[in-house]
């Protein structure tokens, strides 16, 4: 994915200001109040290997955790 585009030849100085606008956009989406899920937001699933039901927080979804019963990696569904 593109995030921006300079033609050659550029300016260095816009080379670096184009970078700076890049990353500050790019920071305030994924660190928008609005995309934060509340505390109460939590996840529930089970390990497919050991059954152990577990709830996380919702930020961890599509991340890979371990089971907290058999040590065994499960990914936190995204949706659920």
Known sequence: RADG???K?????ELVDTIHEISERN???THSVEDIPADEDRVHFTCSDCGKRMKVK?????RTL????????VIVPRHG
Do not use: I
């Open 5 to 7: 585009y300079l033609a």
């Open 9 to 13: 030849p550029y300016d260095p100085d």
């Open 27 to 29: 920071w305030r989406r």
């Open 58 to 62: 919702a930020v961890h979804r599509g």
């Open 66 to 73: 371990n089971c907290v019963n058999c040590g065994q990696p």
